[in-house]
């Protein structure tokens, strides 16, 4: 198996790279003076099986046009098969028309790729990957929820509570607590009618004296993880984590979370950030494997 | 005819329509709080021949996204058939492999768009057109420069001296000078191998007492162009224009060349720019007629 790396994507794909003994063959990337991208292959991936590593996190049109561009160029080498690695997959929300008239994004992308040869894509935590499932790609969808709770588990949060955002994200306390031996408890959240702000009902969680950890998929502005954090400090919580998947961190929100009582934020390199201490490589290169490539 | 108005194109679209006395159907835009896009076409053009208007200028990823989502939107409404309308169309100058494993971002561009269901795809003196042939959309660029020669002469400038840059562009000059019926010429231009930088030669030229105007395709950080009108000037012309017709004007370049001596630096509204006061509407319109749409 040949790895390409995208632009976005470099270190995640070196990570995967070592981890599979997969030959990584370089991607030369610039930008021309007026903002157009450049990328050339350097090396032959003819009749290979090849995965291009390609995260489209913001700025997402322009990492969505690399993604296309390196796919067109692999393609026009004639590999054996091209498989995308899309940690974070930009443009998954608009999934079904809610009005008549919308551009359904998804489709968009996937008919795109489908088109630069691409016949499978792996992505990380999507926000609604059942509604992939109609397109000419096949997705693959994979939880990084279980890396992220073996990392704190390594460092001897053993037994710690995990916690998470909504009814909904329940599951994804459970996965970190059957990975942490804790308990597990969730904070319900109401998204705001109008203004679309979300707010933590403030129940009571069994933390006192203990550590407690939040995990949730994402973390854009930070504004339900810092008042989560809060929550739990003043319910008696001894240290307390704010866990993602993908550390967009938009407007400073590390330093609003850490300022809210956490300890540290932590993320997965799906999202190049200086929170993404946790390498999903080995999840990706599972995943490859069990494929049989 | 149905005109579907691109985010990036909303004057150059309402003008074409009015031009033609077609249909406008609005498009909502809007940006995620993350940077995506989302459209909605605000009407039906099932079985309608529709023309999309886009401009792909900087920030051509962005812009590039919209089209693309746009051309989906359309194509999911079954219309008769879509032509889209790009009049600066990024990516056209990676058109073939200088080496081997480069992106060819022409083809992914021609690719995605004929996978959105366009047949074809008119342009506005594009960097290469004869590089767009061999693409599976039939693509026909359109020279706006008699356009612009206009304008000057509708202001009273016939007999003004065309003059443009490089001797490739002596054909630039020639369109002009056919409606401003003054004389034509052209400077000749140097590109520094290692630095890129362009220079141009300072060959006497015949504006002495005269009105001269600089005809060129694109001016992007107006270097060249400074130069070239402040030699005009030193050269004895009485008023100095610099005419384009893609106006990107990146860092204050129209302040820079005013400064140098232009009397006005004057665009058309294939970029949406403070000096886009030549309408490209006419130009598209009639290539639209023609085609029987």
């Known amino acids: 198996m040949i790895i390409l790396p995208g632009p976005a ?6 990570r995967l790279a070592l981890k599979l003994r997969a030959k990584l063959v370089p991607v030369h990337f610039k930008k021309f003076p007026d903002g157009e991208s450049y990328l050339r292959i350097e090396g032959t991936i003819k009749g290979e ?26 393609n026009d080498q004639n590999p054996e098969a091209i498989t995308v690695i899309v940690p974070y997959l930009a443009y998954s929300r608009q999934d079904r028309r809610f009005l008549p008239g919308e551009a359904l994004s998804a489709k968009m992308v996937m008919d795109a790729l489908a088109t630069c040869g691409v016949s499978k894509l792996i992505t990380v935590n999507c926000h609604n990957p059942a509604a992939l499932k109609s397109f000419p790609i096949l997705v693959q969808d994979l939880s990084a929820i279980p890396l992220l709770a073996k990392h704190f588990k390594d460092r001897g949060y053993e037994g ?7 009814k909904k994200g329940l599951v994804t306390a459970l996965e970190a607590a059957d990975i942490l031996k804790g308990s597990s408890d969730f904070l319900p ?11 933590i009902e403030k129940k009571p969680l069994k933390v006192e004296s203990k550590v407690a950890i939040f995990f949730d998929d994402i973390i854009s502005s930070g504004g339900t993880m810092m008042k989560a954090v809060a929550h739990a400090k003043r319910q008696g919580a001894t240290r307390v984590f704010a866990a993602c998947v993908h550390p967009l961190l938009i407007d400073n929100a590390e330093e609003k979370i850490l300022r809210s009582g956490a300890d540290e934020v932590v993320g997965t390199d799906t999202v190049p950030s200086s929170v993404s201490i946790v390498s999903v490589a080995p999840l990706i290169a599972k995943a490859l494997t069990r494929q049989g490539a």
Not at 9 to 14: I, P
Not at 49 to 74: C, F, G, H, K, Y
């Open 9 to 14: 994507s470099r270190d995640l794909a070196t």
């Open 49 to 74: 099986n090849t995965a291009i590593v390609q995260t489209t996190s913001p700025p997402q049109d322009e990492r969505m046009m690399q993604l296309l561009l390196l796919t067109s160029a692999a």
């Open 160 to 166: 710690a509570v995990s916690l998470s955002m909504g």
């Open 189 to 199: 959240t109401k998204r705001h009618r109008r203004t679309g702000r979300v707010t």
